[in-house]
């Protein structure tokens, strides 16, 4: 039950924390805008463009005077900027929206190409990793994105002609949008916050550390011993955690007791990342022979004594929370992390994600798959069987035998798809694949 226990242990503390916020409030806070001049501004707009445009004129003027601050100008400015740019001639508003998400397109297709090639060396094995990678990989060339564009007042024309709607809104009204009233909704998701570019930066450092973290720790799977001082792997196989090592669990499922063996090796070594008793030498480190059964430490045959790695995995995890919550009174419609993620990032409420999973564990076709996975496999379930991979047409092709294949079809060159720990070692060399070029 333990080993479950670890497994899902992410999982229920998500679930823990959804349910001390189930649903969007937002937090109180001073506004800036005195409400008599929004009022004011709302029934000018009204007068002058009609009842038909009310809802969207009152949900635009009100967003912009809730993110509008000091330093965007007094209420005279703020009155004025609204009766200067909201657009009530409907060809005028579909234009305005052409050129806002034209534009929007070219900025972030180019800060997606940027990122990419910044964290190139954190994600890709291409030799020896420098301080400076890190540095790079933590750049968010993002940051100040925000801050420009409230300052030039892009963001405002935003807010003020294509308002923000919740999910609860979203759920109740789109199904009557047009495909362009869900366009320009979709505009309206564009502002809903001003955190400031520090903060953003932050956030950048924490998820670039954990990021790094993870792309550099790597298992020498051909220094694993069993309780027989045998090892099983490929004695240059290197996988990296998480990915790689569940890539290593699906493709032993046609292997017979060879196959299981390696697999119980592998589940052990994920056991003791996830409790932090993993050696901290076995890391990145192809000098020690280790049993993850026993974790006992060898070297030239002999059994050394051996240090747990420190608990950097969950320190991560910590530096990862509080750099979210520091975001998180800049944020009043989405005031923590589990709800941006569910309502603004992902679109589906909480309760309707615990309900899938309670659902679907507690369904009688689980059972049933269950048994059916043990009847293929002549055993008992083990809890790394969550990982079959039996399904799939695929899975009856021998990935050691397909690695012989492609390498022979390719000699002296990497292949684009070869074994998941080839892809792991940089951008690839065959001249017909286009992945990783042009950065």
């Known amino acids: ?53 009310k809802a969207r004129i009152e949900k635009g003027v009100k967003q912009t005077a809730a993110l509008w601050t000091q330093k965007d100008g007094k209420d005279i400015d703020f009155r004025d900027f609204c009766l200067k740019y909201f657009i009530g001639d409907p060809a005028k508003l579909e234009l305005l929206f052409n050129r806002l998400s034209g534009n929007f397109e070219q900025l972030f297709g180019r800060y997606n190409l940027i990122t990419l090639a910044m964290k190139w060396a954190v994600h890709i094995d291409i030799g020896e990793p420098l301080d400076v990678d890190e540095m790079f990989g933590a750049w968010e060339p993002t940051a100040h994105f925000n801050d420009d564009f409230f300052a030039n007042k892009i963001a405002f024309v935003t807010c003020v002609n294509f308002p923000f709607y919740t999910l609860a809104e979203k759920e109740e009204l789109g199904s009557k949008w047009s495909r362009k009233e869900w366009a320009y909704a979709r505009l309206g998701d564009m502002f809903t916050a001003r955190v400031p570019a520090e903060v953003s930066q932050k956030v950048s450092d924490a998820l670039s550390s954990a990021d790094n973290y993870i792309s550099n720790y790597n298992i020498y799977m051909g220094n694993l011993l069993d309780d027989k001082g045998q090892t099983h792997f490929p004695k240059d196989m290197k996988l990296i955690s998480h990915w790689n090592l569940r890539d290593e669990l699906k493709a032993n499922y046609n292997k017979g007791e060879e196959g299981l063996l390696k697999q119980k090796l592998v589940y052990n070594v994920m056991l003791h990342i996830i409790d932090q008793s993993i050696p901290d030498s076995v890391i990145n480190n192809p000098t020690y022979q280790w049993n993850p059964e026993s974790n006992k430490l060898f070297k030239g045959g002999k059994e050394v004594a051996s240090t747990p790695e420190p608990n950097k995995r969950y320190e991560i995890f910590l530096n990862n929370f509080k750099a979210m919550k520091a975001v998180d009174q800049y944020t009043p419609l989405y005031p923590t992390f589990i709800l941006r993620s569910f309502d603004g990032g992902m679109e589906i409420r909480q309760k309707q994600v615990e309900k899938l999973f309670t659902d679907l564990c507690s369904s009688p076709e689980i059972k049933k798959v269950g048994d059916l996975i043990s009847k293929r496999l002549g055993r008992q379930l083990q809890p790394f069987d969550i990982w079959y991979d039996g399904f799939k047409a695929r899975s009856n092709m021998n990935q050691d035998e397909l690695d012989k294949i492609t390498r022979a079809k390719y000699p002296g060159q990497r292949p684009c798809m070869g074994s998941a720990n080839e892809r792991r070692q940089g951008p690839p060399s065959h001249p017909n694949c286009k992945v990783g070029h042009g950065l």
């Open 1 to 53: 039950m333990k080993k479950y226990f670890l497994l899902l242990l992410p999982l229920a503390l998500i679930l823990c924390q959804c349910k001390q916020k189930e649903s969007i409030t937002e937090k109180q806070s001073v506004q800036y805008i005195k409400k008599q001049t929004v009022d004011t501004v709302i029934n000018v707009l009204v007068a002058k463009y009609g009842d038909s445009q």
